[in-house]
């Protein structure tokens, strides 16, 4: 309630919240999305009570097992260990449906980042480009490979009609 002084309403044990260590999170106002780091599993918990939220769907398939994963709109995007970026339908959060995952990449775990029906995935060897506007059928539209020695190239951050591509 005061950014000037924070204070910790609450502290879950990882037992309280799926069982994996936790990574990326995602607050969208009552609700958490909470994913794992190189481990399984993927939970929503319900924080309208600050001091008292609750685990309310917990995911822990081989598809939960990410890198890394985001949000945006009714989706969850995961890069997977296993080299294919996963996908979920979050438009009911208590009742989270895996709807499908693309081929394989150049490479393992990085970021991803959205626009316009399309994920953009910094995949540690390479940038590819994602088409996720038929959520049945997730195609690879797009890839590119530096030619810098050692490079892991994480992050693909899109800027209008160009994708800055780094680590």
């Known amino acids: ?28 106002g009552n609700v958490l999305v909470i994913g794992s780091t190189d481990a399984v599993g993927m939970s ?6 600050p001091t008292s939220p609750s685990l309310i769907n917990y995911q822990n398939s081989i598809a939960t097992l990410n890198y890394s994963n985001m949000i ?25 449906k895996y709807i499908g995952r693309s081929s394989t990449t150049v490479g393992g775990g990085g970021y991803v980042n959205y626009q316009d029906g399309f994920v ?19 195609k690879i539209v797009g890839s590119g490979v530096s030619d810098i ?3 892991d190239h994480d992050f693909a951050s899109v800027l209008g009609n160009l994708v800055l591509v780094g680590n």
Do not use: C
């Open 1 to 28: 309630s005061n950014p000037n002084n924070p204070i910790n309403v609450k502290r879950l044990p990882t037992s309280q919240t799926g069982g994996f260590r936790v990574g990326p999170i995602f607050a969208l």
């Open 44 to 49: 929503v918990l319900d924080i309208s009570n």
């Open 72 to 96: 945006n709109g009714n989706y969850i995007i995961g890069t997977g260990i296993d080299t294919r970026i996963h996908l979920w339908d979050f438009s009911n959060p208590a009742d989270v």
């Open 120 to 138: 953009h995935g910094g995949m540690s060897n390479g940038y590819i480009k994602f088409d996720i506007r038929n959520e049945d059928s997730i």
């Open 149 to 151: 020695f050692d490079y």
